[in-house]
């Protein structure tokens, strides 16, 4: 767990070596955002169907996503990363969050070319996974700046993680005493997407997690359970978000579980070959 005050803004930081479970992995949207310093050979990541593959050789840095993005990692994969709450990023980057909407960067692109190679040199030459995650913490630490309209953001994310999305936002920006196109124009510069598309990121985020795709599973209950409309309403979200119909996401997440029992990895990303 990083030390204050990174712990309001990081869930986790993490080391990642070895090879990966599948060359090309699915990732869909979540309401966070990561950063990776890349140590071993390029990946690559493709932002949606309709475009292009761009290779990684730093690092690159994510925003809070709204449609599933793909992995292809080498053979030897080497690297460390922050998973950021939604609002994290905001206060390490120099341009919008919007800006790197569904638009993943290179490290370099947000902290220069110099800067991101002596980390990078610093990180190889580290002795072990803690050493590294020590200097990576340090790293965020001495970038860490103030950022206008973050307490702002953090509260009504609490808000949206606590009810799982199931809040009027309406009502959270009357309760913050703004207006909901000031509020909605915080979170695209800070979250990089407004805060309804945020709670329904929330919404499914939590209902795939209430998943268990070792048994069966009553969609329409599920459906209904998480407050939507109805059954198709859900499976259009699920479609629009993930690229795969719920029956299709299953039959996916049951054979992550079947080939790689146990695997860190298991849980939100999936096969893609």
């Not at 809070?64 to 990023?89: D, N």
Request: hydrophobic share 40%; aromatic share 8%.
């Amino acid at each position: 767990m990083p030390r204050p005050p990174l712990d309001g803004l990081i869930d986790d930081l993490y080391h990642l070596a070895g090879a990966p479970p599948y060359a090309r992995l699915t990732l869909p949207p979540m309401p966070g955002a990561f950063l990776i310093v890349n140590l071993g050979p390029p990946f690559r990541i493709r932002a949606g169907a309709e475009i292009e593959a761009a290779e990684y050789a730093d690092g690159c840095v994510v925003t809070t996503p709204t449609r599933a993005l793909e992995f292809g990692y080498p053979p030897g994969t080497r690297s460390v990363g922050v998973h950021f709450k939604p609002w994290g990023p905001a206060q390490f980057l120099p341009m919008p969050a919007a800006e790197l909407c569904d638009r993943p960067v290179t490290l370099e692109q947000v902290w220069g070319r110099p800067a991101v190679a002596e980390l990078r040199d610093r990180l190889a030459t580290a002795d072990g996974p803690h050493e590294m995650l020590t200097l990576l913490e340090e790293e965020l630490m001495r970038r860490l700046r103030e950022t206008a309209g973050l307490g702002l953001v953090r509260h009504t994310s609490g808000v949206l993680a606590a009810t799982g999305g199931a809040v009027a936002i309406g009502g959270l920006s009357a309760a913050a005493g703004v207006s909901s196109t000031h509020l909605a124009q915080r979170f695209k510069q800070l979250v990089g997407v407004t805060p309804k598309r945020l709670a329904r990121t929330y919404r499914l985020t939590a209902t795939v997690f209430a998943i268990d795709p070792a048994g069966p599973v009553d969609w329409g209950a599920l459906a209904g359970e998480a407050g939507y409309f109805d059954q198709a309403h859900f499976g259009h979200e699920f479609r629009e978000f993930t690229g795969l119909t719920p029956t299709r996401y299953l039959e996916v997440r049951r054979r992550f579980l079947r080939e790689h029992p146990g695997h860190a990895l298991d849980g939100w990303p999936l096969p893609a070959d």
